[in-house]
């Protein structure tokens, strides 16, 4: 029997600026991913590919059709799945995705992981908006559904997405098949866990409304509020938390309206008192991201991040896709084949060890800190140096003339990454 209580602890925040909210001509998209505390999240390259008409392709939990083309994708997923928590393509696009729960019920049986469907989006689109219609359309076909924590006892939801390009974003929201979209073309927005689209509706699933009267939710009368009619009438308790950390959320949008940079979103991210940086029970944050999607063309989007839990004591690293990108070996998780317990059948009745290099490193780099205040500031000016190193490249690359030589610095994730795993040691 599949549990969707949402008592359960889950929860994450995203975040995209635009100017004029944006400190410079670029969308800037952020995400951190709140998980189970022990749960490791890996940063795992995919280049682009071409596959044969008619192939299937094997998802966490089911297979789909695979396309005729995939795009290159940088990815930050629980290493257990084959989705993504966030990501991006090599044309600019970046999604993540929050849990939710609405009046619709979460069906029993296996189909889509929200964060599977995030990875297709990202794989198969060159936009935001197209991103959108490939999400829209694999609900439709194939639902949402399965277990979304790596832990015998199912836990599934519902998902919501934010999705950014270099133009504009997109917010969806989705219960069950049914969806709603909103367009974002100028100022900051933020999505946490909880219907947020109430009538200003860009577009949606045709039988939306008709669902919503044929259950009694709504009369049909008045301007359609999306968030009011699908939205559980008693809230729990952890979705009430979310209401909170959304409105801190805006809070924080608001007070850097206008000089919002990839700096400012770090620091919204490591923003503990609102809980958007999580440390609560069970779970916490165990990976962040932020990504600086310039408006011109020429210029490269730069995507930040740290494979690493708890962004306040993590260093966030700058990813460009070009020429020498390949897979950091110390952001990979080791593989079990058919023996991972996500592929054999009752699933998750053992654990296996999914610790990649740098999370070894950085774990036990934390215990240092906690327990020698000498190593304590040694690490953390380690950290600081190397994350300011990576933000000045990045500004002088977007403050540049012309085309700058991007395509050269594929390997600059790479190299970042080795760093600061040496300097674990």
Same mark, same amino acid.
């Given at each position: 029997?599949?549990?969707?209580?949402?008592?359960?602890?889950?929860?994450?925040?995203?975040?995209?600026?635009?100017?004029? *909210?944006?400190?410079?001509?670029?969308?800037?998209?952020?995400?951190?991913?709140?998980?189970?505390?022990?749960?490791?999240?890996?940063?795992?390259?995919?280049?682009?590919?071409?596959?044969?008409?008619?192939?299937?392709?094997?998802?966490?939990?089911?297979?789909?059709?695979?396309?005729?083309?995939?795009?290159?994708?940088?990815?930050?997923?629980?290493?257990?799945?084959?989705?993504?928590?966030?990501?991006?393509?090599?044309?600019?696009?970046?999604?993540?995705?929050?849990?939710?729960?609405?009046?619709?019920?979460?069906?029993?049986?296996?189909?889509?992981?929200?964060?599977?469907?995030?990875?297709?989006?990202?794989?198969?689109?060159?936009?935001?908006?197209?991103?959108?219609?490939?999400?829209?359309?694999?609900?439709?076909?194939?639902?949402?559904?399965?277990?979304?924590?790596?832990?015998?006892?199912?836990?599934?939801?519902?998902?919501?997405?934010?999705?950014?390009?270099?133009?504009? *974003?997109?917010?969806?929201?989705?219960?069950?098949?049914?969806?709603?979209?909103?367009?974002?073309?100028?100022?900051?927005?933020?999505?946490?866990?909880?219907?947020?689209?109430?009538?200003?509706?860009?577009?949606?699933?045709?039988?939306?409304?008709?669902?919503?009267?044929?259950?009694?939710?709504?009369?049909?009368?008045?301007?359609?509020?999306?968030?009011?009619?699908?939205?559980?009438?008693?809230?729990?308790?952890?979705?009430?938390?979310?209401?909170?950390?959304?409105?801190?959320?805006?809070?924080?949008?608001?007070?850097?309206?206008?000089?919002?940079? *990839?700096?400012?979103?770090?620091?919204?991210?490591?923003?503990?008192?609102?809980?958007?940086?999580?440390?609560?029970?069970?779970?916490?944050?165990?990976?962040?991201?932020?990504?600086?999607?310039?408006?011109?063309?020429?210029?490269?989007?730069?995507?930040?991040?740290?494979?690493?839990?708890?962004?306040?004591?993590?260093?966030?690293?700058?990813?460009?896709?070009?020429?020498?990108?390949?897979?950091?070996?110390?952001?990979?998780?080791?593989?079990?084949?058919?023996?991972?317990?996500?592929?054999?059948?009752?699933?998750?009745?053992?654990?296996?060890?999914?610790?990649?290099?740098?999370?070894?490193?950085?774990?036990?780099?934390?215990?240092?800190?906690?327990?020698?205040?000498?190593?304590?500031?040694?690490?953390?000016?380690?950290?600081?140096?190397?994350?300011?190193?990576?933000?000045?490249?990045?500004?002088?690359?977007?403050?540049?003339?012309?085309?700058?030589?991007?395509?050269?610095?594929?390997?600059?994730?790479?190299?970042?990454?080795?760093?600061?795993?040496?300097?674990?040691?």
């Amino acid at each position: 029997m599949a549990s969707s209580s949402p008592d359960a602890p889950c929860s994450c925040d995203c975040f995209v600026s635009m100017p004029p *909210a944006s400190a410079i001509p670029a969308v800037i998209f952020a995400k951190n991913s709140d998980r189970p505390r022990d749960e490791v999240q890996e940063v795992v390259f995919v280049p682009a590919g071409t596959h044969t008409p008619g192939s299937r392709l094997q998802c966490t939990y089911i297979e789909v059709e695979q396309v005729l083309k995939t795009h290159a994708v940088i990815l930050s997923r629980p290493s257990w799945l084959w989705g993504a928590e966030m990501g991006a393509n090599e044309h600019g696009v970046c999604i993540g995705n929050e849990a939710v729960w609405t009046k619709e019920p979460v069906r029993e049986g296996e189909a889509l992981l929200g964060m599977d469907l995030l990875r297709l989006a990202l794989e198969r689109s060159t936009s935001a908006q197209e991103a959108l219609h490939v999400i829209t359309g694999l609900l439709e076909r194939y639902g949402q559904g399965g277990s979304c924590l790596e832990d015998p006892a199912p836990f599934c939801y519902h998902n919501t997405f934010l999705l950014a390009d270099r133009t504009e *974003a997109w917010v969806l929201e989705t219960a069950g098949r049914l969806w709603a979209a909103q367009r974002i073309q100028e100022g900051a927005r933020n999505i946490s866990n909880q219907l947020s689209i109430g009538t200003d509706i860009s577009a949606q699933h045709p039988e939306l409304q008709t669902h919503a009267q044929a259950q009694g939710w709504w009369d049909g009368q008045g301007t359609f509020d999306f968030a009011q009619v699908f939205s559980l009438t008693q809230q729990p308790v952890r979705m009430e938390a979310a209401k909170a950390r959304f409105l801190a959320g805006q809070g924080l949008l608001r007070q850097q309206q206008g000089g919002i940079t *990839a700096e400012v979103m770090m620091g919204i991210l490591r923003d503990k008192e609102s809980g958007i940086c999580m440390d609560s029970g069970g779970f916490r944050t165990t990976a962040s991201m932020v990504s600086v999607l310039p408006q011109d063309p020429t210029q490269p989007c730069v995507h930040f991040l740290t494979a690493t839990p708890d962004p306040s004591r993590s260093v966030f690293k700058p990813f460009i896709f070009g020429v020498g990108v390949a897979q950091a070996p110390q952001v990979l998780s080791p593989t079990f084949g058919a023996q991972d317990p996500v592929r054999t059948l009752p699933r998750f009745q053992t654990q296996v060890d999914r610790r990649h290099t740098l999370y070894r490193g950085h774990q036990a780099a934390l215990g240092l800190m906690e327990s020698d205040q000498d190593q304590e500031q040694q690490l953390r000016q380690k950290q600081r140096d190397l994350e300011q190193e990576g933000l000045k490249a990045v500004r002088g690359l977007l403050a540049s003339e012309g085309a700058p030589p991007f395509q050269e610095l594929g390997s600059l994730f790479q190299a970042f990454v080795k760093r600061e795993s040496q300097a674990y040691l």
